[in-house]
C-alpha cells in the first residue's frame, strides 16, 4: 500500500505546485532574475510534455541560484514523472 500511496501523494503535490503557476504575458523581471526566468521557462516546457529540456532548465536555475527549493523539486518531480531514478 505504501508503494503506491508515496508515488501518488508525490505526484499530488507536483501537480499542485504547477497548479499556482500562471502564465502572465506582461512579466517584467528585475535585474539578478535569470534563475527565476530559467524556471518559469522550465515550467512551460513541462506543460508541453518537453521533459528533457525543462530538466536541463531546471538545472540551470539551481546553477544560478543553488538555494533554490522549488527548482530542486520540480527537477526532481519530473524525473521521477520520466520514471528517471
Request: charge should be positive; glycine fraction near 2%; hydrophobic fraction near 45%.
Amino acid at each position: 500500500m505504501k508503494k503506491i500511496l508515496i508515488p501518488l501523494f508525490s505526484l499530488f503535490i507536483f501537480f499542485s505546485a504547477l497548479a499556482q503557476n500562471t502564465n502572465d504575458s506582461t512579466l517584467v523581471v528585475a535585474a539578478g532574475q535569470d534563475a527565476e526566468l530559467a524556471y518559469n521557462k522550465a515550467l512551460e516546457l513541462f506543460s508541453q510534455n518537453k521533459y528533457d529540456k525543462a530538466i536541463e532548465l531546471f538545472t540551470k536555475a539551481i546553477k544560478l541560484k543553488p538555494d533554490f527549493a522549488k527548482a530542486y523539486f520540480n527537477r526532481g518531480s519530473v524525473r521521477m514523472y520520466k520514471k528517471d531514478y
